[in-house]
């Protein structure tokens, strides 16, 4: 006798484009990265969600709403896409895996060294005569 294996409620189709997050832990750790994605696009968080995942419009409104949350695909598309630093930043801020800690320190170096640069430029400028 055997028995056929039914897959679980959450489990996403691989052949559909789907957004599969019925779980309330899944809309919860969405919301972290919502507000901070919220806060970068202003008025038009659909709109650029949609173009930078490839989701429907209708979907990137239910992010917004909290109603679901994007699944491991439409995550992949935002960390490769330009705003996916701030992604990562925000998906292990508070995290204390060594590997995490590795990159904050990375893009905190990178910060401080841009700063230095450009203190560089501004100090080499007012020493030219050039108010910047």
Same mark, same amino acid.
Request: glycine residues 4%; charged residues 35%; aromatic residues 6%.
């Given at each position: 006798?055997?028995?056929?294996?039914?897959?679980?409620?959450?489990?996403?189709?691989?052949?559909?484009?789907?957004v599969?997050?019925?779980?309330?832990?899944?809309?919860?750790?969405?919301?972290?990265?919502?507000?901070?994605?919220?806060?970068?696009?202003?008025?038009?968080?659909?709109?650029?969600?949609h173009?930078?995942?490839?989701?429907? &419009?209708?979907?990137?409104? /239910?992010?917004?709403?909290?109603? +679901?949350?994007?699944?491991?695909? %439409? @995550?992949? $598309?935002l =960390?490769?896409?330009?705003?996916?630093?701030?992604?990562?930043?925000?998906m292990?801020?508070?995290?204390?895996?060594?590997?995490?800690?590795?990159?904050?320190?990375?893009? &905190?170096?990178?910060?401080? /060294?841009?700063?230095?640069?450009? +203190?560089q430029r501004?100090?080499? %400028? @007012?020493? $030219?005569? =050039?108010?910047?």
């Amino acid at each position: 006798m055997t028995r056929s294996v039914k897959p679980a409620r959450e489990q996403s189709n691989p052949v559909s484009d789907k957004v599969v997050s019925r779980s309330r832990r899944n809309r919860q750790s969405w919301s972290r990265l919502l507000e901070v994605l919220q806060k970068r696009f202003k008025a038009d968080f659909v709109w650029e969600m949609h173009v930078r995942t490839g989701r429907s &419009e209708r979907d990137c409104y /239910r992010w917004k709403t909290g109603k +679901a949350a994007p699944d491991f695909e %439409a @995550l992949d $598309r935002l =960390i490769n896409s330009d705003i996916g630093d701030l992604v990562l930043l925000t998906m292990t801020r508070g995290s204390d895996q060594p590997w995490a800690v590795a990159m904050r320190r990375t893009y &905190e170096i990178a910060k401080a /060294r841009g700063d230095i640069e450009a +203190a560089q430029r501004r100090l080499a %400028a @007012l020493e $030219r005569g =050039i108010i910047p």
